[in-house]
């Protein structure tokens, strides 16, 4: 094959942000075969400590499991705290979430554009929880913002979440029983 083949040949490369490795392991399955995966655990909004930590490991042991690199990025949680102050009492799918998508997939998207990734997504909607059309068009305006390419979906569908509570079962994962934010103080 030549290089020019070769070069057409490439799969695009995602940097797929992950809220959690359980969240991780079907989109991981949808999406490998037709890109390059990087997976990213930027989730700052993740308390106590001790949670955040539980759940980077699992995320660890899921790009493990798939042979995919992992990145983490800084455990800020003053910049979460910042974001929401103003939604400190709204409740779980309110403009609070709105705000949270938009500081982590903004991050993602700058993480793409600066690491010159051809796309980046994320996993926040495989949740049966989350607004995927809010999540989706976050990723539009951080993308647009950054200079980087969203690629879309709503992993939930064609029994994404279904899958990815099977996977999470066979591979012994903890799975959490809250998105991470807790109030601000």
Known sequence: MTRRNELLHQKPRVLLHACCGPCATSVIEQLHNDYDLTLYFFNPNIKPIDEYYRRLCEAERVANYFGVPILAGDYDTKSFDN???????????????????????????????????????????????????????????????????????????????????????????????????????
């Open 83 to 185: 974001a929401v102050a103003s939604y400190a009492d709204y409740p779980e799918g309110s403009e609070r979430c709105a705000v949270c998508f938009n500081l982590r997939l903004g991050d993602t998207a700058r993480k793409s554009a600066d690491d010159n990734f051809d796309l980046f997504a994320t996993t926040l909607t495989i949740s049966p929880h989350k607004n995927s059309a809010v999540i989706n068009r976050t990723a539009e305006e951080t993308g647009v913002l950054h200079g980087a390419k969203p690629l879309l979906g709503d992993f939930k569908k064609k029994d994404g979440f279904k899958r990815s509570t099977e996977l999470s079962r066979e591979l012994g994962l903890y799975r959490q029983k809250y998105c991470g934010c807790r109030p601000t103080v």
